[in-house]
T-cell receptor, first 116, second 115 residues
Framework: DGGITQSPKYLFRKEGQNVTLSCEQN?????MYWYRQDPGQGLRLIYY???????QKGDIAEGYSVSREKKESFPLTVTSAQKNPTAFYLC???????????????FGPGTRLTVL | AQSVTQPDIHITVSEGASLELRCNYS??????LFWYVQSPGQGLQLLLK??????LVQGIKGFEAEFKRSQSSFNLRKPSVHWSDAAEYFC?????????????FGDGTTLTVKP
């Protein structure tokens, strides 16, 4: 079955620690995205990547970093510089630049990060 | 830049009643438009999308949406709501250019279904 996996589902971190959230897809999609979701605020784009070895900042990139060394993987690191990291994090992918007919996004199940 | 407004934060309907969730967008050309649904603690699932052609779009789970260019709207409808439809619904607008795939999401509408 093709899809997107995120791990872990729940993650706890102490203040001042960096933590990396995993996102893997086997849909052969070029584009991948990270969103942060807080209650009542919808989805806010953190970073996105349209192709391997390339990525761009989204609307709220401060305190986060990403890498895209492989097409199927797009890990997100939440650094200690992120002032309020407790949130629900969603990874998504889409066909990308060559997409036709709408180019919708496919989402993983999410990771809930709690800073203790 | 494009934007999406979902005017209703929370809607409550009785099971079996009809449903309409509103979505207004701002974009300089014909957009790609999407509706997604999210169950608590889960990722988003695509309900339907519009990119061209017939302005009335059919989706999964009995949902449909109508694109109205003159009103910059893409409202989601269902004739008879089931208790399992209780969830959060997001409207999104996609960009038609070299950044194909990047979407802007509304803040969502939470649907509660009364028995």
């Amino acid at each position: 079955d093709g899809g997107i996996t995120q791990s872990p589902k729940y993650l706890f971190r102490k203040e001042g620690q960096n933590v990396t959230l995993s996102c893997e897809q086997n849909l052969n999609h070029d584009a991948m995205y990270w969103y942060r979701q807080d209650p009542g605020q919808g989805l806010r784009l953190i970073y996105y990547s349209q192709i391997v070895n390339d990525f761009q900042k989204g609307d709220i990139a401060e305190g986060y970093s990403v890498s895209r060394e492989k097409k199927e993987s797009f890990p997100l690191t939440v650094t200690s510089a992120q002032k309020n990291p407790t949130a629900f994090y969603l990874c998504a992918s889409s066909i990308g630049r060559t997409g036709r007919k709408g180019n919708e996004q496919f989402f993983g199940p999410g990771t809930r990060l709690t800073v203790l | 830049a494009q934007s999406v407004t979902q005017p209703d934060i929370h809607i409550t309907v009785s099971e079996g009643a009809s449903l309409e969730l509103r979505c207004n967008y701002s974009y300089g050309a014909t957009p790609y438009l999407f509706w997604y649904v999210q169950s608590p603690g889960q990722g988003l699932q695509l309900l339907l999308k519009y990119f061209s052609g017939d302005t009335l779009v059919q989706g999964i789970k009995g949902f449909e949406a109508e694109f109205k260019r003159s009103q910059s709207s893409f409202n989601l409808r269902k004739p008879s709501v089931h208790w399992s439809d209780a969830a959060e619904y997001f409207c999104a607008v996609g960009v038609i250019n070299t950044n194909a795939g990047k979407s802007t999401f509304g803040d969502g509408t939470t649907l509660t279904v009364k028995p």
